[in-house]
């Protein structure tokens, strides 16, 4: 099983960037899909960025052309790199491997999610 750690949260100003980081602890990480989600108060929790073992990416619209997912996996980590933050972006942000096949981006086909790391965007 992977064990995922996030980290790099904190709070910032609108318009600030935030880079995350989810480091991976398993030896299958080449292979995962790895998902971003993320969780504000009271709502659900959403996908926000996926990044393929093949190296193919999406992303909710509600954060294309400012997010983006990348991957390291000499490192066993990937990235989400926040730019162009608004308050609507505060959330728990969690990453989690991809456990089931299809283009379901729901968090019921995600696992080993970590702990999370809080991003709060406020003036």
């Known amino acids: 099983q992977e064990q995922l750690v996030e980290s790099g949260g904190g709070l910032v100003q609108p318009g600030s960037s935030l880079r995350l980081s989810c480091a991976a602890s398993?030896?299958?990480?080449?292979?995962?899909?790895m998902g971003w989600f993320r969780q504000a108060p009271g709502k659900e929790r959403e996908f926000v960025a996926i990044a393929y073992s093949s190296g193919n990416t999406n992303y909710a619209d509600s954060v294309k052309g400012r997010f983006t997912i990348s991957r390291d996996n000499a490192k066993n980590t990937v990235y989400l790199q926040m730019n162009s933050l608004s308050p609507e972006d505060t959330a728990v942000y969690y990453c989690?491997?991809?456990?089931?096949?299809?283009?379901?981006?729901?968090?019921?086909?995600?696992?080993?999610w970590g702990q999370g790391t809080q991003v709060t965007v406020s003036s």
């Open positions: 398993g030896r299958t990480f080449r292979t995962n899909h």
């Open positions: 989690a491997v991809k456990v089931k096949s299809g283009n379901n981006y729901y968090p019921t086909n995600f696992g080993s």
